[in-house]
């Protein structure tokens, strides 16, 4: 922890980005990917890593492209100072949300293939998705059914015997308590947690990280409804606090990259949604540069 703390200054934030996509510029997606068509695209890597270190941020954990982006990224960020972590692609079952950040698999054969792909492309860990995303344009629900707690018992059973450690993308009380029990070393978003998924999130180890001001910076835009955009805030925010209470891992992680949320001050407006949810004190910093630590620690290329 004291090296993560000793590469920035006092007066800046202290944290590192948990959860990015350097392929996205957070303002349009098809746009962003247009920019690597014919490959990958130095610049826009170079552009987004230079944001971070303008902020001084030297940690950034990726989720995963279906592009090469977010492996070419971890090559290029040691010039920047920046320790970068990627899973090089996330998994997804076919059919299923995550075509946009990764590969898909029918079977758990083929789930097993892409686990020792990543490895020989060099990835530092597993990212696995397991649910749909908020549904922002009707009521804030999970926009499928999630995979069967079996299945992704066994994708995240596979990974760690290939000596991975495990980020699941997961919205949805019971998908969230079923990937924690799993095993899963971080959960990413998960959305609408109840009281029965946070003890079991406390009691696992499990990290989380909310993601909540990709909901915070939709506010206001005009592109979904306020209301139902308030509401997931509100629940996000009463979930956040109760987290605490409770002993959760929680570390920060903006998706940067995602719409409104841009790389480098993603993180910034992270950190500013824990302090109007936590306020910011002594104890809400350690909390979250200990999750911060768990993630360094586990989330890293063996």
Known sequence: ????????????????????????????????????????????????????????????????????????????????????????????????????????????????????????????????????????????????????????????????EEGFSVMAHTNGAIAVREVAEAGADSVEHGNYADEETLQVMAESGTVWVPTITVVKNLIGCGRFSDKVLQKIWETGSKNIRRAFEMGVHMALGSDAGAYRVYHGQGLLDEWNCFKEILGDSQSVRQRILEGEHRIQEKFRRK
Do not use: C, W
């Open 1 to 160: 922890m004291e090296r993560v703390m000793k590469s920035r200054r006092e007066d800046d934030i202290m944290f590192g980005e948990n959860h990015a996509h350097i392929f996205m510029n957070g303002v349009n997606y098809r746009q962003a990917v247009r920019m690597h068509a014919s490959g990958v695209d130095d610049g826009v890597i170079h552009s987004h890593l230079k944001a971070y270190q303008e902020k001084h941020i030297f940690f950034v954990r990726d989720g995963g492209d279906n592009l090469q982006v977010s492996k070419r990224a971890k090559e290029l960020a040691g010039e920047y100072g920046i320790d970068y972590r990627t899973p090089v692609f996330a998994i997804h079952r076919e059919g299923h949300y995550g075509g946009i950040v990764g590969r898909g698999f029918e079977n758990l054969k083929e789930y097993a293939a892409l686990v020792r792909e990543v490895r020989s492309q060099g990835g530092d860990f597993i990212k696995i998705m397991t649910t749909g995303i908020m549904d922002f344009d009707t009521d804030g629900s999970v926009t499928e059914r999630p995979l069967p707690y079996d299945e992704v018992r066994e994708m995240v059973h596979i990974a760690h």
